[in-house]
């Protein structure tokens, strides 16, 4: 069974510091991997997406993540956060699947993050 | 294009009724999943529809919920006798159905939620 686990539950940082967010998945197949953020009293919005190709994803806002197949991981970075990244962040992951269904996507629990002003 | 409506935002119901949420998906969509979300335990899986069919429900609770996706009209996801545990943001994500060869490359796009308090 999929699971994905974010190892940080919350996150505290002052403006300007860099981000790393852990996501580590398990699957026995190919996948396709998101970074989705919910900014308070607000829906999700997709922040960045891996499907195929190169492991380095550029999503909006600055942010980015690395998918190292080798350690089932997909962490999200940014280099220098700002307040308005105050959000919960969920790593989700949907394994592919031929000729059949979708797949659905299983979420991690989440990880808080507050920046500081 | 509006996105993926959901109704009501808030939804307040007394223990032993029942809540009715409702999802439209953005147009062009034929897939309907539905989350929700607890404090503390972020986003859980209940179940995945197409239109008039359930994909799975592995995530759904044996007892009191249901889901539908109609051929005309939202999916609904349908709480009976409702207890305080079910308070929750209840979130419907659509996306689209495109080949069958590869049917996974597709991102889900989230509703706005409906908020549950039970009372």
């Known amino acids: 069974a999929q699971s994905v686990s974010q190892h940080n539950h919350h996150v505290i940082l002052s403006e300007a510091a860099s981000l790393e967010l852990g996501c580590n998945y398990s699957?026995?197949?190919?996948?396709?991997l998101f970074w989705y953020v919910q900014y308070p009293g607000q829906h999700l919005q997709l922040l960045l997406k891996?499907?195929?190709?190169?492991?380095l994803v550029k999503g909006i806002k600055g942010f980015e993540a690395e998918f190292i197949k080798s350690k089932f991981s997909f962490n999200l970075r940014k280099p220098s956060v700002q307040w308005s990244d105050t959000a919960e962040y969920f790593c989700?992951?949907?394994?592919?699947?031929?000729?059949?269904?979708?797949?659905?996507?299983?979420f991690g629990k989440g990880t808080k993050l507050s920046v500081k002003p | 294009n509006a996105g993926v409506m959901q109704n009501p935002r808030h939804l307040v119901r007394r223990r032993g009724q029942e809540a009715r949420l409702r999802c439209s998906p953005m147009?062009?969509?034929?897939?309907v999943y539905w989350y929700r979300q607890l404090p503390e335990e972020g986003l859980k899986f209940m179940v995945y529809?197409?239109?008039?069919?359930?994909?799975?429900e592995s995530g759904m609770p044996k007892e009191r919920f249901s889901a539908e996706f109609p051929k005309e009209g939202p999916s609904i996801l349908r709480i009976q006798q409702v207890v305080r545990g079910d308070s929750a943001a209840y979130f419907c994500?659509?996306?689209?159905?495109?080949?069958?060869?590869?049917?996974?490359?597709?991102?889900?796009?989230f509703g706005q939620g409906t908020r549950l308090t039970v009372v």
């Open positions: 147009k062009g969509h034929s897939h």
């Open positions: 989700a992951v949907k394994g592919r699947r031929y000729g059949g269904s979708q797949g659905n996507l299983i």
């Open positions: 529809l197409q239109k008039e069919n359930i994909i799975d």
């Open positions: 699957y026995g197949g190919t996948v396709n």
């Open positions: 994500a659509s996306s689209p159905f495109r080949d069958r060869v590869v049917l996974s490359d597709t991102e889900a796009f």
């Open positions: 891996y499907f195929s190709g190169d492991p």
